[in-house]
């Protein structure tokens, strides 16, 4: 397990957080993903906000309660077993390292996932995690998830989303392209049907418009 790699020209990803449950709601719709090898890509959502200067839905009360009611509401609405766990946000550092450690491949991560959303648990107790490496066959998980080689490849997979610009979760990077939220995959069939709709003249007006002065009045 490399502790570092760089983004290969062209590699498709899937950048995740468990905290996040529109990346568990999409993660459950994968059989109608397009047929690309995405490499499964456990990221720390809150190093990425803090990155880039975003707040956390949870410092803002209305948008806390918004983001849970969305969640339910997708998922009612797609059919998708939905349970939170008994408090969020939760600490997801242990998840993550366990996900890195068992490889990150879609069985595993899958597994944890439902363990969080769709059991409704939490991973960051010491029960949780117990119960959570039992679940997904890690019998060394705490053992695992302290190794300096795991918690490496943790902060490359950070460096990498940073570097490729990803701002959030769920997200996917196609042909070097953001496809950011569970509702982008309409977006993203699409462009893998269609890559040339990239280059088209709207589509690369709108992607070099200039900011308005930063004097401008807004009000």
Not at 83 to 91: G, I, L
Not at 195 to 217: C, F, Q
Request: proline share 9%; charged share 25%.
């Amino acid at each position: 397990m490399s502790a570092t790699r760089s983004a290969g020209p062209g590699q498709s990803y899937f950048f995740f957080d468990f905290i996040s449950p529109f990346s568990y709601l999409l993660l459950e719709q994968h059989e109608k993903w397009p047929a690309i090898p995405f490499e499964f890509t456990p990221v720390e959502l809150y190093k990425l906000l803090d990155r880039w200067g975003q707040p956390h839905a949870a410092t803002i009360p209305s948008k806390r309660v918004f983001t849970y009611r969305h969640a339910l509401f997708r998922a009612e609405q797609l059919g998708i077993p939905f349970k939170m766990p008994p408090s969020h946000p939760f600490d997801p550092g242990k998840a993550l390292r366990l996900a890195v450690a068992a490889g990150s491949n879609i069985t595993t991560v899958r597994d944890i996932f439902r363990f969080i959303w769709r059991d409704g648990r939490d991973p960051s107790t010491p029960e949780g995690f117990r119960d959570l490496c039992e679940r997904i066959g890690v019998a060394d998980g705490a053992r695992l998830i302290e190794q300096e080689e795991t918690k490496a490849k943790l902060r490359a997979n950070n460096d990498l989303a940073v570097s490729l610009g990803v701002f959030g979760v769920p997200t996917f990077v196609v042909n070097d392209q953001i496809f950011w939220g569970e509702d982008t995959l309409p977006m993203v069939l699409y462009v893998a049907r269609s890559p040339n709709w990239l280059d088209g003249t709207e589509v690369k007006r709108i992607s070099s418009l200039p900011m308005a002065p930063t004097d401008a009045d807004f009000s």
